[in-house]
């Protein structure tokens, strides 16, 4: 007889009996959230069968979600810029700022945003980037390849970067270039440059209109000694001028960057799959995409069974990654003891593994890798962020940017676009080049379409009026669907009643008493009335 929970006695052939341990035994009937599970010695009944193969490939499927939106959402990317005309290895400008419009993943309305996207499957591509200029280089799956401009190696004076295809045996170059070889065949590069003196964008975008190139790689020509082609190294190739670039205007245009959450997310998934190489990304990460059927050379194409499940799936993994978003649980991300501003990538870093090095006196001090994966933070910052580089997770002063975001409000309560919130940010705020704070809408996680156009306000005075300080010294910033009585059109962004939003404070260049918490903005406040 089997009993569920005891040993069990087995006869053998030579009349001995073993115990089996209740610890490896599967009983009768088990009680789960997937309702009763019937065995008989071991063997699951028809119905139980079919139910677990059913949250088997529930599981593959709503991995695939979670593990890969990264990727879909570079391809969303990628395809966003091709609806208003911008074709690979072309460049779009913002020269006029991007604005609510557009519907992309946490951008700002203080930089100037120029981006595109290179096909490397001809081979290698070249990309030179302008002075002051900040940005990075994302392969298909959403991974850093290399830092442009200020955090790269050009350290913002200007520089050609050689992006070489997975695969490639050619002749490469032995200098002139910054070289990063990428693991797909398919990149975007996007970056930021920085207003004059807060106000003017013209200079600058003509700086960025001149600098800027992309074309091909001649092998043979520059960075190829003629010593190289003597000894039979390598073929010489006459130097000439590149091809002009394309350049393309982003401001008061329209596109949707944003990775879908219904049926066309595995769609968009296959398509990556079907451009990349097989051996782009890790086998364990390609494992439950294959196991829904989205396999390299081979055509998608689900029964209704399997559209069903991963339906279904797909509804909760997306469900779950919004809660991951808007409600975070995890103690540690949070920046100030019991605030809601939060930054899990001081504790993450960008590889969302080990938490980003401490600076001292005699250098940087890196943490020993944890040698695990911080899904939650992953999971939230692809949700909601387009971009992920060394630079977003570093504590040196006066170089880069730093982010704090919220989502809930002083009492930790989620914004309500219908009601008027206030943040006091103290005198000191420690930037050395500007600061902002920028609003978002919940559901596109893009900046909040108003009538203000650029829901934002800063130390700038481009796009909007810059916010003025009180007599302290320190700057209150009013959120809500209406201007204030007496709060100056700097000092408010406007809200949208029926829309939740949240918002991100960014400090450029920041300073120390940001890193040492000695300067700290208050929490977001709910203005009673």
């Known amino acids: 007889m089997i009993l569920a929970g005891v040993r069990l006695d087995v006869r053998h052939a030579f009349g001995q009996t073993s115990t089996i341990p209740s610890s490896i035994s599967t009983p009768d009937t088990i009680e789960t959230h997937l309702g009763t599970l019937e065995f008989a010695d071991g063997v699951p009944s028809a119905a139980t069968q079919s139910r677990l193969y059913d949250n088997i490939d529930f599981t593959y499927a709503y991995r695939a979600f979670m593990d890969n939106m990264s990727g879909v ?79 790269g190696p050009d350290r913002g004076t200007g520089g050609r970067y050689l992006i070489v295809p997975p695969g490639y045996t050619g002749t490469l170059p032995q200098g002139g270039y910054y070289m990063a070889h990428a693991l797909t065949n398919h990149i975007v590069w996007f970056g930021r440059s920085f207003l004059k003196d807060g106000s003017d964008p013209k200079p600058v975008v003509r700086t960025i209109r001149e600098f800027t190139k992309v074309y091909p790689y001649q092998p043979g020509g520059v960075g190829t000694p003629i010593a190289e082609f003597l000894n039979g190294e390598a073929r010489l190739t006459q130097t000439s001028e590149p091809p002009a670039t394309v350049f393309h205007e982003g401001s008061g245009k329209v596109m949707n960057t944003i990775p879908p959450n219904d049926w066309t997310f595995f769609e968009a998934l296959n398509e990556v799959v079907q451009q990349e190489p097989a051996i782009a990304l890790d086998a364990e990460l390609m494992g439950p995409i294959a196991a829904i059927g989205v396999v ?140 902002s704070i920028t609003v978002y809408d919940n559901m596109t996680r893009s900046m909040l379409d108003t009538p203000q156009r650029f829901p934002r306000a ?23 669907p209406e201007q204030p009585e007496g709060v100056k059109p700097g000092n408010w962004i406007q809200t949208v009643p029926g829309k939740g939003w949240f918002t991100i404070l960014r400090l450029y260049s920041p300073l120390e008493p940001f890193f040492d918490k000695s300067w700290r903005p208050s929490e977001i406040e709910l203005v009673k009335r």
Do not use: C
């Open 73 to 151: 959402s570079i391809l969303a990317l990628r395809r966003g810029m091709e609806s208003i005309g911008v074709k690979d290895n072309e460049v779009l400008v913002f020269s006029e700022l991007m604005d609510s419009k557009s519907l992309f993943l946490t951008a700002n309305a203080d930089t100037i945003y120029v981006m595109g996207s290179i096909d490397l499957t001809n081979g290698p591509m070249v990309l030179e980037t302008p002075p002051d200029f900040l940005g990075a280089v994302q392969d298909a799956w959403f991974r850093w390849v290399i830092d442009l401009g200020l955090p």
């Open 296 to 435: 390299k050379g081979k055509p998608f194409a689900p029964d209704a069974r399997m559209k069903r499940i991963m339906t279904d799936a797909l509804a909760i993994a997306n469900a779950s990654a919004r809660t991951l978003f808007v409600s975070p649980r995890e103690a540690s991300w949070f920046y100030y003891p019991g605030s809601a501003w939060f930054n899990y990538l001081f504790q993450t870093g960008y590889a969302f593994e080990t938490p980003i090095p401490m600076i001292t006196r005699e250098g940087a001090k890196p943490f020993p890798p944890t040698g695990y994966r911080t899904m939650d933070a992953r999971t939230n910052f692809f949700y909601g962020v387009t971009g992920i580089t060394p630079a977003m997770a570093m504590r040196l002063t006066g170089i880069g940017s730093q982010y704090l975001l919220a989502t809930l409000d002083a009492e930790k309560n989620h914004f309500d676009g219908a009601k008027t919130y206030k943040v006091s940010l103290p005198k000191g705020i420690p930037e050395a080049n500007f600061w």
């Open 458 to 480: 800063g130390s700038q005075s481009y796009p909007t009026p810059a916010a003025e300080a009180e007599a302290d010294g320190s700057t209150v910033i009013y959120f809500g």
